[in-house]
């Protein structure tokens, strides 16, 4: 049984827990609990269906493909060291950590002896919900490896801020504590922000233990230039948050895109975006609400990431982004004819809204009218409803059929079973669930709320979030479906080159 609301949100849309209460004749307090484990007992569950179902809401449906809904853990598969030395700035890595986690990234933290004099271990296990490892020398069972085990299997290692101290003793391979123990021994990507006062920036061993880091592969995070803690002006300042946050994880991500297409050639991607435009005459036409800011912005992120990027918009009011082929097209028909001229692709996402229909006029004595000459307003006119092409259908069963096919659906009830019955008859890999209503009105707005349902009927739903934060998370479960789906193809690759 499956549900696509959490059950606040279900209770919340039938009046709330005194309503409900009174509904189903009982307790306010077991209606709270039912809220506090996101459960509902099913003996409820046919008589809130009816509620449901009387108005007009999303419905209970029994179904053997339903699974339940899970929050989207869209970045798990990367793991992130961060290893925090001695620097004024170790507050501010806090804050970093903070939104690794929150963004869903497998966090471990570090912290050296002198980071341990301005934060302490425990902020940082309060923060991600796991332990924080400052000893190379531990008589608990199992943790006294910790200086290979925390090298292994990491995609990333940050340390930030990293002192002159530590730069130093990276550049000549001292190991005489925990995390200068886990440099020597790891074999991942390194990645330094620095920071410290501009003296010992731009003294001379700073700056040529830096190059010779960075010779040996080693990533640096400039340090900008400002007023410092101390006092003085110069360059050293810590990086903002956000910047080593876009730095690293764009990073896993790009890295991520190359992966997905082996080691041959560029990620091609086809995206359409924005409303279709179906004319009635040379003044009028019959369109839609979509603003194209959704499939715009998936646009531009996967080329942020390195992704050959081919948009096919019909009409919007946005700037055109700066990808490597943008295609205007009006109606469905040119959208479509324009899909198959560029279908050879790795990935297609249909986010477009096309029209179903066009509206063709015709006399009262059933003659079809040119739409090439304007309607006149005395004329005894009616309109007949034609259907317009089925754009991912056609790729889907295209005998070109890009590796993925993605589409969205925008219901504005029983959303679940209706982008479930589009994945199915469509024979798409993935489909993006959107609810119109008026708390997601969605058309031409900045945010979204999405429900991701791939083949096996796995439902992931996500909070609300920028559309740009939306198009990440739909690029992050695209390449990981990718991967899935075409990981022996990757071996294949590697040997044979
Ligand atoms: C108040 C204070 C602030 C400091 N801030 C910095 C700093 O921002 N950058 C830096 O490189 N060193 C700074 N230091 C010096 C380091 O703490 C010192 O070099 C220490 O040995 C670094 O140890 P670690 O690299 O093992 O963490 C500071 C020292 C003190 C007392």
Redesign the pocket.
């Known amino acids: 049984m499956n549900n696509f609301m959490n059950i606040s949100e279900l209770i919340f849309k039938l009046g709330g827990t005194g309503s409900v209460s009174k509904l189903l004749n009982t307790n306010p307090s077991t209606v709270s609990n039912w809220k506090k484990n996101n459960k509902i007992p099913k003996s409820y569950m046919n008589e809130l269906d009816i509620l449901l179902k009387e108005r007009n809401l999303i419905t209970f449906t029994e179904n053997e493909d339903d699974k339940s809904i899970t929050p989207i853990r869209k970045n798990s598969k990367f793991s992130i060291l961060v290893i925090i ?5 170790c507050y501010k890595i806090l804050e970093l950590i903070r939104l690794y986690y929150k963004n869903d990234f497998d966090i471990e933290v570090v912290l ?4 341990q ?1 301005f934060i302490t271990p425990l902020i940082v296990t309060s923060l991600i919900n796991k332990k924080c490892f400052t000893e190379l020398f531990s008589s608990e069972e199992n943790e006294n490896m910790n200086h290979i085990n925390l090298a292994r299997n990491k995609n990333l290692i940050l340390i930030a ?1 990293c ?4 730069i130093a ?1 990276m550049t000549h391979g001292i190991a005489d ?1 925990l ?1 200068l123990n886990i440099i020597l021994a790891s074999n991942s990507k390194i990645f330094i922000a ?4 501009p003296y ?1 920036w731009e003294n001379k061993a700073t700056q040529d233990n830096l190059e010779t880091l960075k010779k040996r592969g080693v990533v640096l995070i400039n340090p900008n230039s400002g007023l410092m ?1 101390c006092g003085e002006n110069g360059t050293g300042r810590l990086p903002e948050i956000n910047e080593i946050f876009s730095f690293t994880t764009n990073y896993l991500l790009k890295k991520d895109v190359k992966k997905c297409i082996g080691f041959q050639s560029q990620l091609k991607i086809l995206i359409t975006a924005g409303p279709t435009q179906e004319k009635i005459d040379p003044i009028r036409y019959v369109s839609n609400n979509s603003s194209g800011k959704q499939g715009y912005a998936l646009a531009e992120e996967f080329l942020k990431l390195g992704a050959h990027v081919t948009l096919i918009s019909g009409p919007t009011n946005i700037n055109k982004p700066n990808v490597n082929k943008f295609i205007e097209v009006l109606s469905a028909e040119e959208m479509l004819s324009q899909v198959e001229n560029n279908i050879d692709c790795d990935i297609f996402i249909s986010s477009a809204a096309v029209c179903d229909w066009k509206l063709i006029p015709y006399t009262l004595k059933n003659k079809k009218l040119s739409n090439n000459d304007k309607l006149k307003k005395n004329k005894d006119i009616f309109f007949k409803l034609e259907t317009n092409p089925d754009i991912i259908k056609s790729v889907s069963k295209n005998k070109k059929r890009p590796r993925l096919v993605i589409g969205f659906a925008a219901e504005t009830k029983n959303l679940i079973q209706n982008a479930k019955k589009k994945l199915k008859e469509k024979q798409l890999d993935m489909i993006i669930a959107n609810l119109i209503e008026k708390e997601n009105a969605i058309f031409g707005e900045e945010f979204n709320k999405i429900f991701i349902i791939d083949k096996q009927c796995n439902i992931q739903e996500s909070e609300k979030l920028t559309k740009k934060e939306i198009a990440n998370l739909i690029i992050s479960k695209t390449l990981k479906l990718h991967e899935e789906t075409y990981a022996k193809n990757y071996n294949r690759k590697s040997i044979s080159i």
Do not use: L, Q
Not at 163 to 166: M, R
């Open positions: 030395s001695g620097g004024v700035s050296t002896k002198s980071a004099k801020p002192t002159a101290n530590f003793k504590d995390a620095p920071s410290m006062n010992m803690a």
